[in-house]
């Protein structure tokens, strides 16, 4: 996916019926990094989980990535799983 897909995601068009429920994301996308786009998906209450091999360090540059899940690579289905249930519900087991 692209930077681009992400801030269509966050601002749906006129005659959609909402934005996402979640999304996950990669901080590498194709055409770039994707500081504003965690920033318009918090801004936007659009919970969502930042799925990444780097590590959390970004938070402190980018306090917009704390307001997700954190996800490291690589990870198994059971976490991907557990990590879309704590952004959706903000709790964390």
């Known amino acids: ?40 998906l918090a801004e936007s209450k659009i919970p969502f989980v930042v799925h990444s091999g780097d590590d959390h360090s970004l938070v402190e540059e980018e306090p917009a990535f704390a307001r997700g899940y954190w996800l490291s690579k690589p990870s198994i289905s059971a976490d991907i799983v557990k990590a879309i249930g704590v952004a959706m519900t903000g709790v964390r087991a």
């Open 1 to 40: 996916m692209s930077c681009g897909s992400y801030r269509r995601l966050a601002t749906p068009p006129p005659g959609w019926p909402r934005a996402p429920v979640v999304v996950i994301i990669d901080l590498g996308l194709r055409d770039c990094f994707c500081n504003a786009e965690v920033w318009l």
